[in-house]
């Protein structure tokens, strides 16, 4: 099979679409090209991939560079899903195994990475991989050049003795670390919010880190106003898990559930929980905008919508939430979310959900209700 053949087959779905999101791009071509000495003297199970968006780069080292039994890590879920359908698309499934971070890695003589945006989700990569890949390893880590800094390096240091970059191609980038330096993961990290009386947790992956951003703030302050007679609750695309954590605290008669797509933040929110003495309060489940759940068998839904994939600014992924909140939610039910107050949600919300009110306002965002028709 060519690389032609193979990348125009590849789709994103179930991923979120819009004009300037691919299934495959310049990075991927660029990483599977800068891999291709290794990876011909890989055996089975010595290649691991780690993000691969849509499986261009798993289903790459296999149908045209020969890898066996790749082991793949992805942090987000709809990554997962899509590899597994363009395998089944191209004839290639069976030839690789999805595995957790820790995991993925272990005995690896190539490993490709997509590169992550955030500098501590790199961190927790590069010390995984150092600690269970083989002594020899080559870990390649491509991005588009915009995306890229000198911190990436640094961060890879930490983990590598040997740290260098290839020449850009058509706005990507490639780094290429050598020489493992094993050590202990740092991850998860732990502060406490003694304002909010809170500690929170996070893995390198997870949304704010544990910082709690402007948004989730916003939302906690209307916290006692939230659907009083609730049973259960939700915390949709719950991140660390800050939320679904001062739902269970200020409300331990209710049920509250946590779900995200992203590995990172479902660890994350365990970490959370069990760092607040709530741990047998809060269920946390990874899915994609709830599909775990059953239509209609929850009372109240929190959420804080993403409003970027990747570098594109885009509304899909928000509107997917809503279209989940409004399926898993009882009639009369109650989705609280903020935005930023530019994307103007409310009429979406209304269409999607049902009525809705605007509860609190700033010129940067804007905390709505919707009840569920």
Not at 108 to 115: T, W
Request: aromatic share 2%; glycine share 8%.
């Amino acid at each position: 099979m060519t690389a032609p053949d193979l990348f125009e087959r590849l789709r994103r779905a179930p991923d979120v679409e819009a004009p300037d999101l691919v299934a495959v791009d310049a990075t991927d071509r660029l990483l599977l090209d800068e891999a291709a000495a290794a990876l011909a003297l890989c055996g089975p199970g010595e290649v691991a991939v780690v993000d691969d968006s849509h499986g261009a780069l798993t289903l790459g080292a296999v149908a045209l560079h020969g890898a066996r039994d790749v082991r793949v890590a992805h942090d987000l879920l709809v990554g997962e899903r899509a590899l597994a359908r363009n395998a089944e698309r191209t004839g290639l499934s069976g030839t690789y195994r999805s595995l957790p971070l820790a995991e993925a890695p272990a005995g690896a003589r190539v490993v490709l990475v997509k590169a992550p945006r955030a500098l501590d989700a790199l961190r927790e990569i590069a010390e995984h991989v150092a600690a269970a890949a083989a002594p020899d390893v080559t870990v390649l880590v491509g991005g588009r050049v915009k995306h890229m800094t000198h911190a990436m390096n640094d961060v890879l240091r930490d983990s590598f003795t040997d740290v260098s970059a290839t020449l850009a191609r058509q706005k990507s980038r490639v780094l290429v670390a050598r020489g493992p330096r094993p050590g202990a993961s740092s991850f998860p990290r732990c502060q406490q919010h003694a304002d909010l009386g809170l500690t929170v947790c996070a893995h390198g992956a997870a949304f704010a880190g544990t910082k709690i951003d402007i948004g989730t703030r916003a939302l906690l302050r209307r916290l006692g106003d939230m659907a009083p007679e609730a049973a259960t609750a939700l915390d949709l695309g719950c991140g660390t898990g800050v939320l679904a954590a001062a739902l269970a605290t200020a409300r331990p008669a209710l049920d509250v559930l946590a779900v995200d797509q992203s590995a990172a933040a479902v660890a994350s929110t365990v970490a959370t929980a069990g760092a607040n003495g709530i741990e047998g309060r809060l269920r946390v489940a990874r899915d994609d905008a709830a599909d775990s759940l059953a239509d209609g068998s929850v009372d109240l839904v929190v959420c804080n919508p993403p409003f970027h994939v990747g570098a594109a600014v885009v509304t899909t992924a928000a509107d997917r939430l809503f279209a989940a909140a409004a399926r898993v939610l009882r009639p009369g039910g109650e989705l609280w979310t903020v935005y930023n107050s530019a994307l103007r949600y409310k009429p979406a919300l209304t269409r999607v959900v049902g009525p809705t009110r605007v509860a609190d306002q700033s010129p940067k965002f804007t905390v709505t209700v919707s009840t569920r028709r």
